[in-house]
């Protein structure tokens, strides 16, 4: 009998040491309960790699789940999490045909890859792979997976990774917007794992992303809050909470919360001896977004200025559109404070329609301000043209086909309208100076109703120069102050906080002789511009 228990005893322990990753084991990634039966050789990196999977640390989980396929080839869930990496869905970089590589690697089809599984777990997870990199559209085949995982949702109660991937797959069928069903569905799922281990850096990750947006932000703020602490050692987990503090205007976390993750991107560069190609360029442009809002329009420059040198050394896609991101946010925040000498010649062949048209958009804009309306003209035009393009490009269900390539670069209904919006901004620009108002006006009021059907933006706005606030700043200069205050109004019910549009509330309840309320919206201000450059606050002071 005492044999017997001591026996059971070793399996159990067993079972737990292959099952349980502890985070005096992995360090500062979190912590993972996962079923998998992953041999010995391969666990520690296989944890590794897990782990960091859920942080979308996509570069650094592929070298750990192929160091777990070194250390045991036959390992098939160390396969499974290489392919995994290569999806990246919630960032529209799949790479189909890179995943696919991986699975032929364990069999040459379905039936011979699926015979590889140990156990019922392992053949289901596997066979979500089959899905995710099968054949069919992308949306296609992210409806079919999160249907598989709802079916492994209830076939595994109590299995946080089947949670998790059941979390995140509903926000990868949610399609590129927000999906407010999807959405609640994938944070109630997360908060189920929560309750059970507070320290999954998936459900914190997946809350976050189920919640980014103005309506619901504020029901991820704990999860915001935990997430960096929970895995401090993964760069995107210390950028994420800024999702939700940008949403609801925290402007001074959505600054420190990007200072670090853009030194941890430069940390792991000189750790991994890495070209500037892996600077953090996404935290570092919510950065720059986050000083505007702050009125630190000086240290907003000084970044904008570093990021032309940056992205001539990266040479990437990415950098090029975030230095379009952030020109355009520089000279639509800041018109007054900064001097800007523009790059006017990144090359968008390759980039998106959001992008193009942001360029083309910043283009104008900067001839608009020169008072060039040639150049102004021309870039109508050229953006009339790109539309065109794009518009081919997008099916009936207006998402893009698979002509347009699986990328976050495939145009889509959305990324069009966005394109139409900048569109008709550019025509107000020629309106205007040509000296026809009334059609500068009918153009800005069909560009407010416009981008008032556009998705919400999650993080610094497409539209660089909001619709809302375009109509209320001219509305104030015709001495229409009623009518801009409830632009100003609309443009921070989508953008709670957002520097620009307070300043234009201020105005237009001052012109009102609203002076409380005009007090009130300047000591908001105030305290979001505690640092403040001195000529903001002291134009602040003037209204």
């Not at 995943?99 to 890859?113: L, Q, S």
């Not at 990750?205 to 602490?229: G, R, S, T, V």
């Not at 390539?405 to 209904?413: F, Q, W």
């Amino acid at each position: 009998m005492r044999l017997a228990f001591f026996i059971i005893l070793s399996i159990c322990l067993n079972y737990a040491c292959n099952n349980v990753v502890t985070d005096q084991v992995r360090g500062n990634l979190g912590i993972l309960h996962h079923e998998f039966s992953i041999s010995e050789a391969a666990r520690p990196a296989f944890d590794k790699g897990l782990l960091l999977l859920h942080s979308f640390e996509y570069d650094d989980s592929g070298e750990a789940f192929e160091e777990a396929i070194n250390a045991d080839s036959s390992e098939l869930m160390a396969y499974w999490g290489a392919v995994m990496t290569k999806y990246k869905a919630l960032w529209g970089l799949q790479d189909v045909e890179a995943g696919r590589a991986i699975m032929a690697k364990v069999g040459a089809t379905t039936e011979i890859r699926l015979e590889q599984a140990e156990n019922e777990l392992e053949k289901d997870f596997w066979q979500g792979l089959e899905i995710l990199f099968g054949t069919g559209e992308l949306s296609e085949r992210n409806e079919r997976f999160s249907d598989h995982m709802a079916k492994l949702y209830d076939k595994y109660p109590g299995n946080e990774e089947v949670a998790a991937f059941y979390a995140i797959s509903l926000l990868w069928a949610g399609g590129s917007g927000f999906d407010e069903e999807k959405s609640q569905l994938s944070a109630r799922i997360a908060d189920g794992i929560l309750k059970e281990n507070p320290r999954h850096p998936g459900a914190l990750h997946y809350k976050i992303h189920a919640f980014d947006h103005p309506e619901f932000a504020a029901q991820a703020q704990l999860a915001a809050d935990e997430y960096a602490n929970v895995a401090p050692d993964a760069t995107h987990a210390l950028h994420m909470p800024s999702h939700i503090y940008l949403a609801l205007g925290r402007w001074d976390d959505v600054v420190a919360s990007n200072e670090v993750s853009y030194a941890a991107s430069v940390a792991r560069i000189e750790r991994k001896h890495l070209t500037d190609a892996a600077r953090g360029f996404h935290s570092y442009a919510w950065l720059h977004y986050g000083y505007l809002q702050q009125g630190r329009y000086q240290d907003a420059e000084r970044l904008l200025k570093d990021m032309y040198e940056y992205e001539r050394l990266a040479g990437n896609a990415s950098a090029r559109s975030y230095l379009i991101t952030m020109q355009n946010a520089q000279l639509a925040e800041a018109p007054a404070w900064a001097v800007l000498d523009p790059k006017t010649d990144i090359n968008t062949d390759d980039l998106g329609i959001i992008s193009q048209a942001g360029d083309s958009f910043f283009k104008a804009h900067w001839a608009f301000i020169n008072k060039d309306r040639r150049m102004v003209e021309h870039q109508i035009q050229y953006l009339e043209g790109k539309i065109k393009t794009a518009r081919m490009l997008v099916g009936e269900d207006g998402i893009a086909m698979c002509s347009a390539g699986v990328t976050r670069y495939a145009p889509n209904e959305n990324s069009i309208r966005i394109a139409n919006t900048l569109l008709l901004q550019q025509k107000a620009f020629a309106s205007f100076l040509e000296g026809d108002f009334k059609r500068f006006e009918e153009m800005v009021k069909e560009a407010v109703t416009l981008e008032s059907q556009c998705e919400y933006s999650f993080g610094p706005p497409d539209i660089a120069s909001p619709s809302f606030e375009q109509y209320g700043f001219w509305l104030l200069d015709q001495n229409r102050p009623q009518e801009a205050l409830d632009y100003f109004d609309k443009s921070l019910e989508r953008a709670p906080g957002r520097a620009r549009a307070l300043l234009g509330k201020v105005e237009a309840l001052s012109k009102l002789n609203m002076k409380t309320e005009s007090e009130n919206v300047k000591n908001k201000l105030k305290e979001i511009w505690k640092q403040a450059d001195s000529e903001a606050l002291t134009y602040l002071a003037a209204i």
